[in-house]
């Protein structure tokens, strides 16, 4: 790789960001189909790219350890400078938009309800009984859209009762967290979306804080750390983040685990033919070969000098986007990085994120990807897909997923 230094200017002003290196596609709204290509093509030049986001010129980091880099410098790239504009109108003030201690205190207060054993212990239970119902519903017809009819229900599902919220409105969820999501291109819904859930589940919670029970609202409820407990809106604020951050994002990594299986039939031969063994290893391959959230955007809010030494200045309010899917197909890590292989045995971490917001869902998504994929392929092992689809991005470039994913299954699929 060549790359020029340039030295600072005399007067200490910040260097130009430079022209753009990728054109005719923003990385803010557009589906981008050559997305990979792209992305790989521009990591020959250099670590990162200058690519217009909504028009203005942002930051594309390309490379594993310039992401993981961008992740771990919370003070030049804080999580709260983005989320505060994008997300707290209609979530509140969620531990994405927190910083420092706030966070800290937060986090502590949270985390104990997603550890490891609590999802070994308290959620496997739940989840493959709900991946059985949803199959229920379309087994007999021989063919199903899997993102409607299975992958975009099954993880609202899965928080709603792991709070102990009445299965009854699970409907009712779906809908409000589908508004929840659209917040950026209709804000209306999404505030509607955002009232209706925190009027239904006020009462629900002063109760569980009167007479806890084992459910995960009753864990938020009673947690201590740091001398004191969760108030009302911390928890409300939490809740309405676990629609976008953990059922939105396991939608789509479902999708994106089922996409790449069944657009890789020998893998999937292999996955059937010794489960037990290499289910996991397919859910890992396929998070990293398509990272459901693929291009997360962020801001610099002050300007930033010679960032990781690469001679690069960032003027104060320059969008950046940590290209989590970049990372995750950098040929320095992973040879032959564009092709799916469940043979790699490798666990690509950064698909959760890293530094102080690393994702707290990540044993519970993994949990969920993993019971549904089991049962899907236990109940329609002859599925292939009907109609060819793709991935792309969703909700801007940010999410990636496949648009639809028809199957047939059956005696003769
Ligand atoms: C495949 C599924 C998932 C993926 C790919 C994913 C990915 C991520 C990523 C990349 C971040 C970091 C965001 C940032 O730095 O701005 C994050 C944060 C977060 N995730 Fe996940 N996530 C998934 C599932 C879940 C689940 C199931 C939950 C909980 C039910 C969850 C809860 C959260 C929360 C609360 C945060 C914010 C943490 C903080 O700001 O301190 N996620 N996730």
Not at 202 to 213: Q, S
Not at 216 to 245: C, K, V, Y
């Amino acid at each position: 790789m060549t790359e020029t230094r340039e030295t600072p200017d005399r007067l200490g002003r910040l260097r130009p960001l430079g022209p753009f290196d990728i054109e005719g596609h923003d990385f803010a709204f557009d589906d981008i189909p050559d997305l990979h290509a792209l992305i790989a093509a521009a990591r020959e030049r250099k670590p990162y790219a200058i690519v217009p986001f909504l028009g203005m010129p942002a930051v594309l980091f390309l490379t594993h350890d310039l992401v993981t880099a961008a992740f771990k410098d919370e003070e030049s790239f804080p999580a709260a400078a983005i989320y505060a504009a994008t997300t707290e109108p209609v979530l509140g003030n969620t531990i994405q938009c927190m910083r420092g201690a706030e966070h800290r205190i937060n986090r502590k207060l949270v985390v104990p309800a997603f550890r490891r054993r609590i999802v070994t212990e308290q959620v496997e239970a739940i989840l493959e009984p709900l991946a059985h119902e949803l199959v229920d519903r379309f087994e007999a017809r021989g063919e199903a859209d899997l993102v409607t009819e299975f992958t975009h229900g099954y993880p609202v599902r899965v928080i709603t009762r792991l709070l102990g919220l009445p299965m009854d409105d699970e409907e009712r969820f779906r809908r409000w967290a589908v508004d929840l999501f659209h917040f950026p291109m209709a804000p209306d819904a999404a505030e509607r979306a955002s009232r209706e859930f925190t009027e239904y589940v006020t009462p629900i919670l002063a109760r569980r804080r009167i007479d806890p029970g084992d459910d995960l609202l009753s864990t938020l409820a009673t947690t201590e750390a740091e001398g004191r407990r969760l108030t009302d809106e911390e928890i409300m604020s939490f809740l309405r983040l676990l629609f976008p951050a953990g059922a939105d994002t396991t939608y789509l990594g479902l999708g994106n685990a089922l996409y790449a299986l069944l657009t890789h039939p020998e893998q999937l031969e292999r996955v059937l033919a010794n489960p037990d063994e290499e289910l996991q290893w397919a859910v890992e391959e396929a998070l990293r070969w398509e990272p459901p959230v693929g291009l997360l955007p962020r801001m610099c809010p002050e300007p930033v000098r010679d960032w990781q030494g690469l001679g690069l200045d960032i003027p104060a309010e320059t969008p950046l986007i940590f290209a989590i899917t970049a990372a995750n197909r950098d040929p320095a890590l992973y040879p032959d990085p564009d092709v799916f292989d469940i043979r790699r045995r490798v666990r690509p971490t950064l698909a959760f994120g890293d530094g102080p917001h690393v994702c707290l869902g990540a044993w519970l998504a993994l949990a969920e990807i993993r019971a549904a994929l089991a049962v899907l392929l236990r109940r329609l092992p002859t599925m292939r897909l009907a109609t060819p689809t793709r991935v792309r991005g969703l909700l801007g470039t940010a999410l990636r997923g496949p648009e639809s994913l028809h199957v047939r299954f059956g005696a003769e699929p």
